[in-house]
Nanobody
Framework: VQLVESGGGLVQAGGSLRLSCAAS????????VGWFRQAPGKEREFVAR????????SYADSVKGRFTIDRDNIKNTVTLQMNVLKSEDTAIYYC????????????WGQGTQVTVVT
């Protein structure tokens, strides 16, 4: 199983980026998917999660109203639309799959760097 994140980059504060998580060796439609991030010197933190059906979504308070998680089970991808980016959003962003409903993530991608400059 391989998860690959893409879409990261350098953006001005207030701008937008759209991250994508693609899977090989696993059909994402059967799993919940979470996005996490880790900033330099900080612990990894939860960003957003979407259930296998897309019917249940949750966000960290820090991104609520600015980020949107979505999934396309035909394309086998999960996206994270990030708007009104702030410098504190700078981090490596990871996606991960959860085979159950207990937020026990089993496979992780390598991450994509997001850098927000002012």
């Amino acid at each position: 199983v391989q998860l690959v994140e893409s879409g990261g980059g350098l953006v001005q504060a207030g701008g937008s980026l759209r991250l994508s998580c693609a899977a090989s060796g696993r059909t994402l439609s059967s799993y919940a998917v979470g996005w996490f991030r880790q900033a330099p010197g900080k612990e990894r933190e939860f960003v957003a999660r979407i259930s296998w059906s897309g019917g249940t979504i949750s966000y960290a308070d820090s991104v609520k109203g600015r980020f949107t998680i979505d999934r396309d089970n035909i394309k086998n991808t999960v996206t994270l639309q990030m708007n009104v980016l702030k410098s504190e959003d700078t981090a490596i962003y990871y996606c991960a799959t959860d085979p159950g409903s207990s937020s026990q993530y089993d496979y992780w991608g390598q991450g994509t760097q997001v850098t927000v400059v002012t």
